[in-house]
């Protein structure tokens, strides 16, 4: 128990972090940004202690399988919560891209903030590590350099795995997003928990590139090409097909509905025959 007591403090620290440069940067509206530097620092930051939990700590803390899952919902709904309307999610970023809600000055810092974010998030997380707090840390820095990849199958399974879980997530995310944050930000929580767990045998599915990079890329096992493909090129593209499946259409490529014919929802009434 002492073992998730550092993990707890660990998590604080973490979200203190994002809450307090959330609040400076709402004096700056202009580094809008920075919102997703700080959404995705968290969101890998935080991932990377609940994969520590999943990988050493049944055997090394006597923890249940239920616990790492139960903290992963608990960090995504606080992520949901904190961020708001931020996802440091770059899949998401380029959605609304297509969807005509952003442009593309204002997309590409976003995904270099997201990634600059994760990257960040590695060197703390490696630098927490390093303390050695308790004994899942102490195993943990032993095999940092000796990772355990994620990515758990054949490449092209894992493409398969990414690229459908995207489809699903994407799908039910576009009917969400307009929902009121109360009912939104836990239902993505839920369901991002669940298909982690159901493709932890497949991707673990992260959905989410610089999350992604931030928790696999450097463990041996793939190229940096092949983690590419898997985690990047196939979520990208289950957003693309989930888009088109909703909207009928791509905003940014396609004005015209490909899918879907816009029919009349009401009937215009005929005029009476008079009698002669």
Not at 140 to 157: A, G, P, Y
Request: a positive charge; aromatic letters at 12%; one cysteine or more.
């Amino acid at each position: 128990m002492s073992g998730l007591n550092v993990s707890l403090a660990y998590f604080l620290t973490v979200v203190a972090f994002g809450a307090a440069f959330r609040v400076i940067l709402g004096k700056c509206p202009h580094l809008s940004f920075a919102a997703e530097f700080t959404a995705s620092f968290v969101l890998v930051a935080c991932w990377l202690e609940v994969q520590t939990i999943m990988e050493v700590g049944e055997w090394a803390g006597g923890l249940g399988p239920e616990v790492p899952l139960t903290i992963l919902f608990v960090v995504l709904l606080t992520h949901g919560v904190l961020c708001g309307r931020a996802t440091g999610n770059p899949s998401l970023t380029l959605m609304n891209f297509l969807l005509l809600e952003t442009l593309i000055m204002p997309t590409l810092l976003d995904l270099a903030a997201q990634f600059l974010g994760a990257q960040l998030s590695l060197l703390v997380a490696g630098y927490y590590w390093a303390l050695e707090l308790n004994d899942m840390h102490m195993i943990k820095n032993l095999m940092s350099k000796e990772c355990s990849t994620t990515l758990r199958s054949s490449l092209m399974q894992g493409i398969f795995s990414e690229c459908v879980c995207s489809i699903f997530f994407y799908l039910l995310y576009l009917r969400l997003r307009h929902l009121p944050a109360l009912i939104r930000v836990p239902l993505v929580a839920a369901v991002l928990t669940v298909l982690s767990y159901a493709a932890r045998g497949f991707t673990s599915a992260f959905l989410n590139p610089s999350l992604a990079y931030g928790l696999t890329f450097y463990c041996p096992g793939f190229s940096f090409m092949e983690y590419s493909v898997v985690y990047w090129l196939a979520p990208i593209i289950g957003m693309i097909l989930a888009v088109l499946l909703y909207m009928g259409h791509i905003p940014r490529v396609f004005a015209k509905n490909l899918l879907y014919s816009h029919k009349t929802h009401f009937r215009v009434p005929k005029g009476k025959k008079i009698k002669s």
